[in-house]
């Protein structure tokens, strides 16, 4: 202490630093020891944080795989996993898309499988990064569930206000009958006498403010629903009668009858309408009357003790519809999403005819232009602007199995027109949906034309032994010749030769032409002789064609003047035999030829070219086959042996050695007459839309603008999806050759507006007054809304009936598609429901969706009536992977990728 008091009394600041320092040391060591204690811990907690981060960096890696999926249109299907979802890595995709935001440090990357799980997801894997730390994770992804879960669906049960408008047109009616007028009611009819004709002015209500265009239920203040008030669930028409108005009225509604059955899940916007004991829903029915989220409420008029459906109590039905949980719309036009990008677009009317074997036939006059975007395998090499006539399509292969058909031009802001043909018209390319010319037919004649020739035999070949050769000679030949002919050469004999045979025995002539010895034989006709070396030095000589010019009379002397040239060698001296100085015995050898009658005929032998002539779709003109004719003028030219006389100098005749016969044959070809195939019969009052001018006048198929509508029957094999902008109408049976198998093959139809179930008619009158007098699509003494009263028997309808003044064009029986039905703003429906007789049943595997309930046929009881009656099976087609089906909003349906499992890994 004495030390240290000395210390601090000699130094104080020394002491204070070396307390200090002491202090400082403890200090130290002690932070040291609690350092040693945190550190483990802050090292663990930053690595826990790193971990984290690489694990949200992986999850917006499947983000990020999601947002790249819905940016590509054909990636937004509900049905069908596109190709850009298989093997795709975010390391090609840098730079393409705006990426997810992520923190400092934060990376990710992820690669999709390339292919799709069996339970048809898409797996991906992506591994994200922090800090150096990586986690990875496995996810599958699935398609949002798709309303082909539904069997059937519709937004409205009621009738669409433009198939009102368009089939319900203003008009004029040409009545002639007198039974039919007399069924007229007596209060429009008075005490006039047919003829009279009858004016509509068309439905009153049009637009999107027609009643039958409301739900049943209260929307707004301009959509109060149908079922608000005692007259909102009926549309009207006002008309005239020998100066008389008239008004008739109908219901908008549509019913759900006894005789249906629905096995899928079942979807109604609207409120449905039961009739009888009603239908029967074996899987869970649902609507949107009743419904009630709090922002929006469909409660008005409000359902009866909570029965969600109005009209006869559903007896028959295990389940009754319930108010839906959300709400479920499809789209009101054709769109681009899940649409592949190399669809096979074409443009204006098209026909399509499945060939069942994976190609379609392809007539679209419309499409001049391949479609940029398009495969190249979905037209012809050349396409110009006659556009394409039955091109066969391989949609197995090409276009991602997707045809579609879009519009041509301006589509007219009021609609588009119809064609306005009529039976007493001449199908031209002005007045039809599809009108081609045929060509001359390609095949050529068996002969050629002579008549614009001087030469009567264009071949280079001027002579055939054989009867029927393709030249102008003919008939030149005998039986040794091998040509069969009896009006050619002469045949003789064979007998030694000597120089005092007799005259009449031709081995004179073989002794003289050669000359021989006494001590020859001929061998005759077949296989040699002197005979037979004139007859082919002849046949040498016609040959050369040098006689197949003028008439037959000059051809005849020239065949006489080279024959006898050709006898010279027999003559005495070898001279020509008209030499000037012949002495006494000289003999020679005369030919004389002659023209004789003609005889002509014709035969048909040129075809009108039409491969499509196996496809009943098309009509077609009467057209005249090529035809060929041909005048045959048989030249004999007959051969005699003559003798001179020095004292009465004359040649004179002592035999006729042989003859021979030619044919000259005049052909003259008529081409075939162009007729023409065209759609639609004239007869068939159903009217199609047609092509329109600048100002909407129907113009036919020379129109400028022409609609969407696409024309299809057939086989399918395979995956098909068939889109139109305007129309489908099914022309025939839509089927599987194999058995219909939604795994393999599978057809979905959408259309902008309506499938239309193709049933023509024509008029049963068809006086040519009486159907110039009436509206087209119209037949006369159609007095719907004229009459009171049924004029419907136990049998059937009365003859007055507006339906009987309808008769079948086709007999169509019943019709069968095999497809998921869409119509976007129209409905399936049968052409001329209420019109001719009954035909047969519309069958349908597959689904149902459409806008409006279309009507496809009348039915009292169990008796169809007219029409078709609605044969309906379900068939699930979720996993059929159709090309396309459009997409349905419940949510956002921009975003139809589903994350199903999720797993994480180190």
């Known amino acids: 202490m004495i030390r240290l008091r000395r210390i601090r009394r000699d130094g104080e600041d020394g002491f204070a630093l070396i307390f200090v320092l002491m202090v400082t040391t403890v200090v130290m060591l002690g932070v040291a020891g609690v350092l040693a204690v945190v550190t483990p811990n802050i090292t663990n907690s930053r690595g826990a944080q790193d971990r984290t981060a690489a694990l949200a960096a992986a999850q917006s890696g499947v983000d990020d795989l999601i947002s790249y999926l819905v940016s590509i249109p054909s990636c937004r299907s509900e049905t069908k996993i596109c190709p850009q979802a298989l093997g795709a890595t975010s390391t090609t995709l840098t730079g393409t898309r705006q990426r997810p935001s992520l923190g400092n440090g934060q990376t990710f990357t992820w690669t999709t499988a390339s292919s799709a799980t069996s339970d048809g997801y898409v797996r991906v894997t992506s591994t994200g990064s922090s800090n150096g730390v990586s986690r990875k994770i496995v996810a599958d992804l699935s398609l949002q569930p798709s309303i082909l879960a539904y069997g059937y669906y519709s937004d ?86 020998n100066s008389t108005s008239v008004t008739r009225s109908d219901n908008c509604d549509l019913v759900f009858s006894s005789s249906m059955v629905e096995d899928g899940l079942t979807f109604s916007r609207d409120a449905i309408l039961s009739s009888g004991t009603g239908p029967k829903f074996n899987k869970a029915v649902y609507t949107m009357w009743g419904y009630n989220d709090g922002s929006k ?63 379609a036939t392809v007539t679209s006059p419309e499409t001049t232009q391949k479609n940029a975007a398009s495969d190249s395998a979905c037209y012809p090499t050349v396409v110009g602007s006659s556009g394409i006539v039955d091109f066969k399509l391989n949609y197995a292969t090409a276009g991602s199995g997707t045809v579609i058909v879009n519009h041509a031009g301006t589509v007219p802001s009021a609609g588009w027109a119809s064609n306005p043909t009529k039976s007493t018209q001449t199908p031209a390319a002005s007045n039809e949906v599809f009108y081609f010319p045929l060509t001359a037919g390609s095949d050529v004649p068996q002969h050629s034309d002579t008549s614009v020739s001087t030469d009567k035999c264009s071949t280079t070949a001027k002579y055939a032994a054989t009867v029927g050769a393709s030249c102008a000679w003919t008939n030149v030949a005998s039986a040794g010749d091998g040509g069969g002919s009896t009006t050619g050469w002469s045949t003789y004999s064979a007998k030694k030769c000597s120089t005092t045979s007799a005259g009449t025995e031709r081995s004179l002539f073989e002794c003289e032409y050669g000359p021989q010895s006494t001590s020859y034989t001929p061998t005759g006709d077949v296989s040699g002789g002197q005979y037979k070396t004139v007859r082919t030095n002849i046949q040498a000589e016609l040959a050369k064609g040098s006689c197949l010019t003028g008439t037959a009379a000059a051809q005849a002397d020239c065949i006489e003047a080279m024959t006898n040239a050709q006898l010279a060698a027999a003559n005495t001296g070898k001279h020509a035999y008209n030499y000037s100085s012949p002495s006494n015995n000289d003999h020679r050898y005369l030919a004389t030829s ?35 004719t041909v005048t045959q003028t048989p030249i004999t030219t007959t051969v005699v042996r003559q003798t001179y006389s020095t004292t009465k100098k004359a040649w004179t005749t002592t035999n006729a050695a042989f003859t021979f016969t030619t044919t000259q044959n005049d052909y003259t070809y008529t081409a075939p007459s162009g007729g023409g195939r065209y759609f639609p019969d004239p007869n068939d009052v159903t009217e199609y839309a047609t092509g329109t001018d600048a100002s909407g006048n129907a113009v036919g198929s020379t129109g400028a603008n ?24 099914v022309t025939g049976d839509i089927t599987d050759p194999s058995g219909y198998t939604a795994t393999s093959d599978a057809v979905s139809i959408v259309a902008g507006k309506n499938v239309r179930n193709y049933h023509p008619v024509k008029c049963a009158d068809q006086t040519a007054t009486d159907i110039a007098n009436t509206t087209p699509g119209w037949c006369p003494n159609d007095i719907t809304g004229l009459y009171s009263g049924s004029l419907v028997t136990n049998s059937g309808y009365s003859s007055a009936h507006p339906a009987e003044q309808y008769v079948n064009l086709k007999a169509t029986g019943d019709r069968t598609i095999e497809a998921a039905i869409f119509a976007l703003t129209g409905s399936l429906r049968t052409d001329n429901y209420n019109r001719g007789d009954a035909v047969g049943n519309l069958i349908v595997h597959g689904g149902i969706y459409q806008s409006h309930r279309g009507g496809n046929g009348v039915v009292s009881g169990s008796t169809g009536l007219s029409g078709t009656t609605l044969q309906y099976t379900y068939v699930d087609l979720q996993r059929a992977e159709l090309p396309y089906v459009p997409p349905a909003t419940s949510g956002n349906y921009m975003r139809p990728w589903n994350v199903v499992s999720i797993s994480a890994g180190s």
């Open 594 to 628: 002659t023209d004789n009658s003609p005889t002509t005929s014709t035969v048909a032998t040129g075809t009108v070219t039409d491969s499509s002539q196996a496809d009943d779709f098309f009509s077609r003109t009467a057209a005249t086959p090529g035809k060929e």
């Open 706 to 729: 022409q609609p969407g509508d696409l024309y299809v029957d057939g086989a399918n094999k395979g995956k098909l999806s068939l889109v139109a902008e305007n129309d489908v109408v």
């Open 156 to 241: 409205y049960e009621s009738l669409s206000p433009q198939f009102l408008d368009d089939y319900y047109n203003p008009r004029s009616i040409y009545v002639s009958d007198s039974g039919t007028y007399g069924s007229v009611s007596s209060t429009y009819r008075g005490s006039s006498s047919v003829p009279k004709t009858v004016v509509w002015k068309g439905t009153a209500q049009s637009g999107t403010t027609a009643k039958c265009g409301q739900h049943w239920y209260y929307e707004s203040a301009a959509l109060p629903g149908r079922g608000n008030g005692s007259t909102n669930n009926t549309w009207y028409e006002n008309g005239t009668v």
């Open 297 to 359: 409420s469909y409660t008005t008029p409000a359902p009866t003790a909570g029965k969600y459906y109005r009209g006869d109590t559903m007896t028959n039905s295990p389940n009754l519809p319930a108010v839906a949980a959300a709400d479920l719309v499809l789209p009101t036009s054709v769109g681009k999403d899940g649409i592949a990008e190399n669809s096979c677009v074409y443009t204006g009317p098209t026909r399509v005819k499945l060939n069942g074997d994976g190609t």
